[in-house]
């Protein structure tokens, strides 16, 4: 199974805060990556696919980069409603794997 | 507006059954693969298995293989979890969520899944 070593767990920041999260996986798995917001009791949303295509609707703060086995999500400038976990996924072969999430919190 | 809507969990027995459905609408549910993803409670996501469009091929994560069985309707745009000898470890929030080339963009809002005696 590929893995999926996401960092930090956990991260603590200011309203305006540039964030960075990042995923390693364990082999290369091209672009075949995604992002997914999740807050507390509620259904993930995707926000980023292919490794770095931003979903409609989704704010341009949010982007995504890398391909083969280093990948980024960067929140440029973090709002209230950021604050939630987020996790990346690799599609690129079965069985699909998350990476354990990162949770955002207020500092 | 695209309806994701999961049924079915429940509390059950370690080795008992359940049968989960995901009832789907506003969008082509017969032109796209569909998946089953879990989230064990205060833990991460967790695929489970996925179904081709047509339902002819199926993938599971080993945990579930010989257990479960996910299956479809397309002519109810349905998508069923058949889950057998059920283990305190399956207890967990069940989604539906679609998708094989760019997955999970549409979710259903979970059904628990509660495995205890």
């Known amino acids: 199974d590929i893995q999926m070593t996401q960092s930090p767990s956990s991260l603590s920041a200011s309203i305006g805060d540039r964030v960075t999260i990042t995923c390693r996986a364990s082999q290369g798995i091209g672009d075949a990556l995604a992002w997914y917001q999740q807050k507390s009791g509620k259904a993930p949303k995707r926000l980023i696919y292919a490794a770095s295509t931003l979903q409609s609707e989704v704010p341009s703060r949010f982007s995504g980069s890398g391909s083969g086995t280093e990948f980024t999500l960067t929140i440029s400038s973090l709002q209230p409603e950021d604050f939630a976990t987020y996790y990346c996924?690799?599609?690129?072969?079965?069985?699909?794997?998350f990476g354990q999430g990162t949770k955002v919190e207020i500092k | 507006e695209v309806q994701v809507l999961e049924s079915g969990g429940g509390l059950v027995q370690p080795g008992g059954s359940l049968r989960l459905s995901c009832a789907a609408s506003g969008f082509t549910f017969s032109g796209q693969s569909m998946n089953w993803v879990r989230q064990a409670p205060g833990k991460g996501l967790e695929w489970v298995s996925l179904?081709?469009?047509?339902?002819?091929?199926?993938y599971y994560r080993d945990s579930v293989k010989g257990r479960f069985t996910i299956s479809r309707d397309n002519s109810k745009n349905t998508l069923f979890l058949q889950m057998n000898s059920l283990r305190a470890e399956d207890t967990a929030i069940y989604y539906c969520?679609?998708?094989?080339?760019?997955?999970?963009?549409?979710w259903g809002q979970g059904t628990l899944v509660t495995v205890s005696s």
């Open positions: 179904i081709t469009a047509r339902g002819d091929t199926t």
């Open positions: 996924l690799q599609h690129y072969t079965f069985p699909w794997t």
């Open positions: 969520a679609n998708g094989k080339d760019n997955p999970f963009y549409y």
